[in-house]
């Protein structure tokens, strides 16, 4: 599995599917992989559910410049995980858009 350090996300093959990136590492256990695009309240309850199950989670506002403009939070959250949790994570997404 290759990790492209620009976007931060793990993957096969030897391009970046986001930035088209040639350069790329072999990932580490630690590297934080994004998983997806989440709303504000699954993710901010989802943070809380992998804390309890001691997994560490990044949530990174995401959404359009509107709601800053107007001192708004934004409508969602980037979401971004240890490797070594990624597809655990991403089974749970998958659960929930089931």
Excluded: H
Excluded at 5 to 31: F, Q, Y
Excluded at 62 to 77: D, H, I, K, M, R
Aim: proline share 3%; aromatic share 10%.
């Amino acid at each position: 599995m290759n990790f492209c350090e620009s976007c931060n996300i793990a993957c096969i093959g030897e391009r970046c599917p986001k930035c088209g990136r040639k350069k790329l590492r072999a990932v580490n256990e630690d590297d934080f992989c994004l998983v997806g695009k989440v709303d504000r309240i699954f993710g901010d309850n989802l943070k809380i559910n992998l804390e309890n199950e001691s997994i560490e989670c990044v949530l990174m506002p995401y959404g359009t410049g509107v709601n800053a403009q107007f001192a708004l939070p934004l409508e969602s959250y980037l979401l971004y995980v240890r490797y070594k949790n990624l597809e655990y994570v991403r089974q749970i997404l998958k659960d929930k858009n089931a």
